[in-house]
């Protein structure tokens, strides 16, 4: 079985097992606090050229989500963020649990756009009773989008803008960012991201670690107390080595972008060949997530070889299905599911 | 430098890194859906001699106990716990985050005793304004406890009666269960735990693993949509496997017992001899934490080679610390700590 | 200055001041302990015909709703409402803050289809991934709507079985439950009430009182603890009695839809006239809530006199604007406001 | 029967009652919006001689404490309080709620001292892991306390040094805060509390209101969107001038001290008649709360006629009971009850 339905079907890079096995044995102390944690601090914060951030390591995406912004918010206070937000739909109401609204905007193309962002905030703090509802105060978005779509430099500098403006912090989920920075036509580096947004993450799980979410800070008036408002969420590793010891290895000689890269050369094969043979797509996507719209029995008979995500009901006949790449599929794989379209 | 701060300072027991390489590059679905986080539960119900139990695999102990915590009780009502008891101190207040307060009793050796439980309970609950006040509404005990002591059965059953009698589930805390199970004089097997408790866990990072704990309901009536609840906590890995492998490898020709059997025999050795040479203990304990007095500067000179935790300060010129043995201890380290004092 | 902006802007009836003042001096036990309050319960259960109910009473709107909201739900579980609801927008996150989403359907005309809730309902359910999101486990409607709607008993009656079918209680906030059970061509009584609901409040704020909402559960499994949740609530009166004496007072001699027939006469006298001279009606209410679309310097010209809702933008030149009557409103001053359109 | 079990058995003062009653007809727009409310507040303000403060009315004290606690602490931070804190055990977990752990120190005659507030900051601020635990973050006290005791002056001075040095807010219940200032002793005036807490709340409720705290912010840094806060937790009235009314009321022609005071000559009267008699205390109180240790069967025939609150057990034939003072104490039952003992 073929299996392109997600990006985190395998375990991790070779590269980062072998780091795992080269250093089983060694002893080092625990929570984050030993050496490979401090080295792969100091490798994201060179690559963000950002040596002032604060670096933090995380699980996964959801407890990153939850804890970036009930550690921003106040009570009565709400993220704004597209309704297709993973945090929106997708995170079993972790955003509640904090005590939190999600304030939505409709997306286009799965992003949002600085001109509804503006309007939205000041239509709401400008409403007669505004200060009986929630008050929004944070923006979330994610890079790549939940769609497979990519914010440009402009339009994520446009956010950016507005954010500022209205003096609320810009929060940017890059559980795909590796994806995102390599994507077909992709002009933002992750510097840009850095300056751009308060905090970030670099996404580990979906891009070749075990698990593994690194969270800058680069507005360091944000993060106080942190890690332990992490420890409450649960979210502090007792052996934070296995966290420090991926993002040193996907941080070094590159190889979190080399994996990116791969993925999306993949993804793009993949598009070209079906948009040759004139499949429809349900979003247009220039990262590892490709949308597909395919007949139901065609579907079905690719299933028998291939395990893809499907995504909605398109029609009575017709469903759309996603494609996912990644550090681990291979080129081989790739030409037999094109060849079986 | 010689370890023993803590029994989380190593990566995993070979056997698990063994299955991590040669799965690596297998394809499996995501959150926990895969096969051998299937094969894992099905053994640990074996292990448990409950068939009908529900097996939920989590990541760390700070967040198995608030997750499992806050999907039991309702608005208003508290957790009885022993003032030392992990979730009470050490977990940037998991619980009250949850919604929850702590309700404290006095700890005799690190446990609690059902006679105070019993009393506690009745004296909240019969007091004028009781209901002004928080609900007791179940019961947490650790096994072992934050000091290494270790619940006889009859101790545990004594628990579990008070707590059934007033209709209140009881939760075990085994961040360290398989320490406990094999301690020095321990007449307990997973066995009866699974009987006495209604929902307890079976620690893996303290006990071979990278993380892992493996939550296990006994009474299932507690368990609806726990799935999403942990969800809802970020405490789904999208690479459930990596729970599922080590589990799986753990109850596998009884490795997790084996692992426990040797942390307790170096612990027990460290004992005798310290024991022999006239060392004061902090705390009396059966099993791999070992709580011993030292003289500050003798102390000084242990740390040189020996890293230990230091637990508290006992006088002007003495300070208890704790040694703690694992799978990963050697004979070879735990003779020379002898040597050295 | 002629007030027609809301239903709360004057002291309370009458009759019920006159109650607080002869008791004023009388010693009565605290939080809801005494004879008044237990009056009051019996003469609201037996409004609701229904004498096994539990009746409680708190302060405010907000307070009630989140209160109920948070006391019934789970962890990871949300509430389902229209996103007109009271809940959505205008309680400051008051639901969230219980750690709960609400989960909106599109509303007709200010109500809840139960075609709409049965499909909501199912589609999430069933969705891929469905257990990654917040599960929905109750329903929330308004009787009278934010808009001034109400449903008919065959409305209600499908929405209950709808609710019913798939095992969720239905919560009817009833804030303007008064003026909707008068209002015109309602063909729906209090006991039918409180036999399709599962839990509903009777509003006393906007009808008649000081302040208090008496909520009534029929299905009483739901409310264990229920005066120690509104105790952590902050929900409790110290002097409960106020709010015993008020209900007492309310349900003596019809009172409460005595003052309801009384302000829906007005608003349909108001509703008649500007029908009558032609004026666009922004929502079409049976009840004690009007909203009329006025030219904007019209609008400038009455607020010289009287005082109204601003509710809406409709375009350039005209504004939708709220006029609500209550017990309070006098047939002079509605002549007045006609007089001046 | 004489009820002397609480301060909260009566309605309002009569002066409080004559204003409902002239003004109930009055149209006012709502939530606090008011001219009574902005009156009351710049009446406390002046009294407070806080010109900068900022003032706001809520409805009750364990809904005041969770709204004040909850607006100024972020995750993982906690209160600190004495054990036998009102917020600790008589709210139901209304700070828990919050997701806020209560943090207890042990009271010496019901208070916290300087001393041990600093040392339990140094302590657990310097401790091991000291991150890995709830964080200190601001402290609560009762003055009076809930045992009647209160904090003079120069020992408040010291409270508010440590906190200020620690660089934590200092919160101030003052749910019988007239009683404490008039008490016997006293060398404390309402500037002075002004001076040194950085919030704190005067008392309605049992001080001569129906209901009602009100809270001032003195460090106006912290209190920013706290009216959303206040409706996010429910404490919001509609119908807001009946707070501005009572506290409007109380603030003129110093009609809280003189309640208050009248208050305590009740309780000094009846304390030094039972001294006189040779009865025991069980708290030595100041204020309007008197605790004295009965027979129990001398208790028992005492209520027959006298209705007092039972505050525990002393022995196995002694009970201490509370005698509570308020506006509405007249002379003639206090003397009736000296003459019953």
Known sequence: MIRLACDYQEGCHPKILQRLV?????????????????????????????????????????QTNSTVIRSILRPCEGVIAVSSGHING????????????????EPHDGKMLAADLDRYIVDT?????????????????????????????????????????????LFVDGARLGYALTSEGSDMTL???ARLADVFYIGGTKVGALLGEAV?????KLCKNFFTIMKQGGAVLAKGRLLGLQFDTLFTDD????????????????????????????????SNQQFVIL???????????????????????????RFCTSWATTEENIDRVISLL
Chains 1, 2, 3, 4 share one sequence.
């Open 125 to 169: 703090l400008t409403a007669p009773s505004w200060d009986h509802g929630v008050i929004p105060a944070m923006v979330y978005i994610s890079q790549a989008t939940e769609t497979g779509s990519v914010y440009t430099l402009a339009e994520m500098q446009a956010i950016s803008d507005v954010c500022h403006r209205h003096n609320m912090p």
């Open 22 to 62: 080269q250093t089983n044995l060694e002893s080092t102390p625990g929570y984050g606090t030993d050496q490979y944690c401090q080295s792969a601090k100091q490798k994201i914060k060179k690559a963000c050229e950002a040596p002032d951030a604060e670096v933090f390591l995380l699980i996964g995406g959801t």
């Open 216 to 220: 800058v800070f680069t507005n360091t």
């Open 90 to 105: 997708h995170e079993g109401g972790a955003i509640e649990m904090g005590g939190h609204k999600v304030l939505t905007i």
């Open 295 to 321: 007949e139901n029995t065609q579907l079905a008979e690719l299933e028998k070889e291939v395990q893809v995500s499907h995504w909605c009901k398109v029609d009575e006949h017709h469903t759309a299905v």
């Open 255 to 286: 190889l979190y972008f080399e994996i990116s890269r791969h993925a999306i050369a993949m993804a793009m094969k993949l598009k070209a060949a079906l948009k040759e043979k004139g499949y429809r797509f349900y979003a247009e996507s220039p």
């Open 191 to 193: 510097a840009d991201l």
